[in-house]
């Protein structure tokens, strides 16, 4: 759709239609003059096994230079962003989390755990599905106690195992979406033999408990309520995420800048 001309914008209020047209017209002249890249992960995404080459992307955006930076397209990052600021600006859903948090602070568990319920699919919410338990984990590993970062990792593989005695009964909706057949990999299947006599076993368990009960769409939740034990159980970097110089800083720096040329 063409953008009104100036004398009939000014003449009455834009469409929320129109609001939208020139919001994506403002932001592809931002990326005018920067070409934003795509990664051989996203095109694996599309079944195909490929990039395009430096040379052949700038033969195709002739005068134009590669982004190195922020992707103006994407919601604004502060300069030291938190972990708050992931939560609002690239999170893609943050409900299921903040239900499941919920769900466990109502049940009176301690901070870790509700913690490690805020927190273990942020790696599906913002990062990849695949082994996201791994990545979550790997993400906030230098922030947290290691009993959360623990428990968000084998959480991955706990899920599939039920724990009647603790609650837990395989999911009927793994039934539906995996099939009534399907069978963990032979690594899960040894992670949650090694998790199940680890220390901080419960801790995972009650991710899973808390994770399965947290589907509801009536449900009001707000990530303020969370704000305070973030505070206590999650060490903030005063430089901002990404810029810490920790094992999991360039993954922050990822999520920032998705489409960076390098
Ligand atoms: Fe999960
Ligand atoms: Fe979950």
């Given at each position: 759709?063409?953008?009104?001309?100036?004398?009939?914008?000014?003449a009455r209020?834009?469409?929320?239609?129109?609001?939208?047209d020139e919001l994506?017209e403002?932001?592809?002249?931002e990326?005018?003059?920067?070409?934003?890249t795509?990664?051989?992960?996203?095109?694996?995404?599309?079944?195909?096994?490929?990039?395009?080459?430096?040379?052949a992307?700038?033969?195709?955006?002739?005068g134009k230079?590669?982004?190195?930076?922020?992707?103006?397209?994407?919601?604004?990052?502060?300069d030291?962003?938190q972990?708050?600021?992931?939560?609002?600006?690239?999170f893609?859903?943050?409900?299921?989390?903040?239900?499941s948090?919920?769900?466990?602070?109502?049940?009176?568990?301690?901070?870790?755990?509700?913690l490690a319920?805020?927190?273990?699919?942020?790696?599906?919410?913002g990062?990849?599905?695949?082994?996201?338990?791994?990545?979550?984990a790997?993400?906030?590993?230098?922030?947290?106690?290691?009993?959360?970062?623990?428990?968000?990792?084998?959480?991955q593989?706990?899920?599939?195992?039920?724990?009647?005695?603790?609650?837990?009964a395989?999911p009927?909706?793994?039934?539906?979406?995996?099939?009534?057949d399907?069978?963990?990999?032979?690594y899960?299947?040894?992670?949650?033999?090694?998790?199940r006599?680890h220390?901080?076993?419960?801790?995972?368990?009650l991710?899973?408990?808390n994770?399965?009960?947290?589907?509801?769409?009536?449900?009001?939740?707000?990530?303020?309520d969370?704000?305070d034990?973030?505070?206590r159980?999650?060490?903030?970097?005063?430089?901002?995420?990404?810029f810490d110089?920790?094992?999991?800083?360039?993954?922050?720096?990822?999520?920032?800048?998705?489409?960076?040329?390098?």
């Amino acid at each position: 759709m063409s953008l009104p001309s100036t004398h009939e914008a000014a003449a009455r209020p834009l469409t929320l239609s129109e609001q939208a047209d020139e919001l994506e017209e403002r932001m592809m002249h931002e990326l005018d003059e920067r070409i934003a890249t795509k990664s051989v992960l996203f095109t694996l995404a599309d079944g195909k096994v490929e990039m395009e080459s430096g040379a052949a992307l700038m033969a195709k955006n002739p005068g134009k230079l590669f982004l190195m930076g922020a992707d103006p397209r994407l919601p604004k990052m502060p300069d030291k962003p938190q972990l708050i600021d992931f939560f609002r600006q690239r999170f893609a859903s943050t409900n299921h989390l903040l239900q499941s948090a919920t769900h466990a602070l109502k049940a009176g568990h301690n901070e870790k755990v509700v913690l490690a319920c805020l927190l273990h699919d942020i790696g599906v919410v913002g990062f990849i599905r695949c082994d996201h338990g791994y990545w979550g984990a790997q993400l906030i590993e230098p922030y947290v106690d290691e009993e959360v970062s623990w428990a968000i990792r084998v959480h991955q593989a706990l899920r599939f195992f039920p724990d009647e005695a603790a609650g837990y009964a395989y999911p009927d909706l793994y039934r539906k979406y995996f099939g009534d057949d399907y069978q963990p990999e032979p690594y899960i299947v040894e992670e949650y033999k090694r998790a199940r006599n680890h220390k901080h076993y419960m801790t995972a368990r009650l991710i899973c408990v808390n994770d399965i009960y947290s589907f509801d769409p009536n449900a009001k939740v707000n990530l303020d309520d969370f704000v305070d034990i973030i505070g206590r159980n999650f060490k903030q970097p005063k430089e901002g995420l990404g810029f810490d110089n920790t094992p999991s800083s360039h993954m922050w720096r990822t999520l920032m800048w998705p489409t960076r040329f390098l």
